[in-house]
């Protein structure tokens, strides 16, 4: 897929480090209940943890005990969605729109009316008041 910011991946791994890298460029997860955003619920809005482009707003948070960040929904446009076949299970990876950087999944089992939980690695994002 084409994304309209380009780094290579050295340029990346520079910028993000070890961790942030292995998650945003390479797919990998955080444990559950180990990352920052996981029960932080102020206002504002959380963004991409290597663009900074917004992703999702507070307001669109909740607590869905499942030990990630989740969201009943992202910013229009700002997230793309792949089907994933990986570890024998079909699910559906979010994606940030501007760099490709992998944020975790979406699932159909939100408990509000849109419902969504979109599943997120704290790695993934950053937040701004």
Known sequence: M????????VQWMEELGEER????????????H?????????????????????LFESNSKFDAHCGWPSFDDSISGKV??????????IRTEIICANCGGHLGHV???GPTTTGQRFCVNSLSINFKE
């Open 21 to 32: 890298y292995r998650i945003l460029r390479q797919k990998g997860t955080e444990r559950p």
């Open 34 to 54: 180990t990352g920052s955003y996981n029960l932080h619920y102020e206002k504002g809005t959380y963004c991409c943890g290597a663009c900074g482009e917004p």
């Open 2 to 9: 084409e994304y309209p910011l380009k780094k290579t991946e």
């Open 107 to 109: 699932f159909n089992d």
């Open 80 to 89: 793309k969605y792949v089907l994933d076949k990986t570890h024998g299970m």
